[in-house]
């Protein structure tokens, strides 16, 4: 059963702390993007790869926040350092695009509280 | 204006009714729209995509496009209690590729 998979899917740390989320998209999807979740905001786009290029991270504050995609089974979201107003929920997903835009597959999610 | 609007909800509907979620974007380029449904506390899976104006029908799911006006709606038949979730709509704006804009999306309670 294809999936992908996010670790850690809670974590709880203090201001000014590192932290890497990872995860593994679906195998043959070409896109893979993060997006945070919060009450407020919703679904909000952070960073999006295609082929493991990055193309739009645009979303994503980058004076600390940093994502890559170091081989094709794996992309990472860091925060560094972090701060209270990035807890959120932070999604992966993956797709197939053929074109025209195509179907995401979400991960489970990883849940980050900082104190 | 959002890109993305639809009401937060929540919609209260009855179990065997027909629940009726909008959505409106501002991109008259758009190209590609899709339902998600969440329920609360899991990831959004996606439940119907739709291309072209018109209606498309999957189960007791009807995804509907109106490219003139804008909107995109999703009707579900026969409204069960499992049915009670989030749902977002997404649509790939213009010049975008297929990155995925979400609105902030409605909450359906079906009640029994």
């Known amino acids: 059963d294809a999936r992908v998979t996010q670790t850690p899917r809670d974590k709880v740390t203090e201001m000014g702390q590192e932290v890497t989320m990872r995860c593994q998209p679906i195998l043959g999807h070409n896109t893979v993007f993060w997006y945070r979740q919060t009450m407020m905001q919703g679904l909000e786009l952070l960073a999006y790869f295609r082929n493991r290029a990055p193309l739009d991270d645009s979303g994503m504050p980058k004076d600390r926040f940093s994502a890559e995609m170091p081989d094709a089974t794996l992309a990472t979201l860091k925060i560094q350092p972090s701060e209270p107003r990035d807890s959120a929920v932070y999604f992966c997903?993956?797709?197939?695009?053929?074109?025209?835009?195509?179907?995401?597959?979400f991960g489970e999610g990883s849940r980050l509280t900082v104190l | 204006q959002k890109e993305v609007e639809q009401n937060s909800g929540p919609l209260s509907v009855p179990e065997g009714a027909i629940a009726s979620l909008n959505c409106t974007y501002s991109d008259r380029g758009s190209q590609s729209f899709f339902w998600y449904r969440q329920y609360s506390g899991k990831s959004p899976e996606l439940i119907m995509s739709?291309?072209?104006?018109g209606d498309k029908e999957d189960g007791r799911f009807t995804a509907q496009l109106n490219k003139a006006s804008q909107y995109v709606s999703l009707l579900i038949r026969d409204s069960q209690p499992s049915d009670s979730a989030t749902y977002l709509c997404a649509v790939n704006l213009i010049g975008t590729a297929s990155k995925l804009t979400f609105g902030t999306g409605t909450r359906l309670q079906v009640t029994l």
């Open positions: 997903a993956s797709g197939l695009e053929t074109g025209t835009a195509g179907e995401l597959f």
């Open positions: 739709i291309y072209s104006n």
